[in-house]
């Protein structure tokens, strides 16, 4: 694959965070921000909405269609299923990934609902692990004042504040916390350090799973 001998592989960068934190935005600037370094990189996201899969989830979160907790649950990480070949392959081909969202928001919204928080991890495991989880950190209230907000299932405040405290207990040490409340540029140029560094450190470390 091209430039893989050299630069060594991709890294796997995922943003997580309540709805609007802001994460797509920050996705978009920081994918072009490394294209713009000649560094190899795509943006995903989860939902994958293009998929079958991903359009029962995307009629689900629009309320055009009900489904079981547990099944919308496994439909969810049946998505980051299909597409684990293709992540591994770009990945291992020198692909730096940008995600916007990843397993954390298939366990901390599904517990917010009241399911088995270990019965939600469990699907999960032996997805591919993220080098780099970066938690885009904002109040619920700041976070409904900002577009759009109130179209989709789960975008109600009392529901957010419940998947925030579910992130709470999934955070590690590993993860980086960032103010998601601060100017946008600022939360930008966070961002950038933290992917320059990762993708550095990442070169000499193997893929591991989750
Ligand atoms: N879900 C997802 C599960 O239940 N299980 C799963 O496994 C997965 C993967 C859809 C829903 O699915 C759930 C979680 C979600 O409820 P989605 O398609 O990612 O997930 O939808 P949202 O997270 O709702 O995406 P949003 O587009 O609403 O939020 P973003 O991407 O966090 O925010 P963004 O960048 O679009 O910004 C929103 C607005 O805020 C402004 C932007 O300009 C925009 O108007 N903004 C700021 N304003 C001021 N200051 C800042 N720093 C700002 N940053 C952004
Ligand atoms: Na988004």
Not at 76 to 88: C, G, H, I, P
Request: aromatic share 8%.
């Amino acid at each position: 694959e091209n430039g893989s001998s050299q630069s060594g592989r991709g890294a796997l960068i995922v943003l997580e965070g309540l709805d609007r934190s802001g994460k797509s935005s920050q996705c978009a600037r920081l994918l072009s921000f490394l294209q713009g370094k000649g560094c190899q990189a795509e943006g995903w996201r989860f939902p994958d909405r293009s998929t079958s899969v991903g359009q029962m989830i995307s009629a689900y979160l629009a309320n055009e269609s009900e489904l079981d907790d547990r099944t919308v649950h496994l439909l969810f990480s049946a998505n980051r299923w299909e597409k684990r070949a293709s992540m591994e392959r770009k990945l291992l081909g020198g692909t730096t990934l940008i995600v916007d969202r990843y397993s954390y928001s298939g366990v901390a919204f599904s517990a917010a609902k009241g399911l088995d928080i270990e019965w939600c991890k469990a699907p999960e495991i032996g997805l591919v692990a993220p080098d780099l989880v970066v938690y885009l950190d904002v109040q619920p209230e700041k976070a409904a004042e900002r577009g759009d907000y109130g179209a989709e299932r789960y975008e109600k405040i009392e529901f957010q504040k419940k998947v925030g405290e579910h992130y709470h207990s999934l955070r590690d040490s590993t993860w980086k916390v960032v103010d998601a409340s601060l100017p946008m540029e600022v939360v930008e140029e966070q961002l950038r350090e933290l992917a320059m560094s990762c993708i550095l450190e990442s070169q000499g470390k193997q893929l591991a799973n989750l």
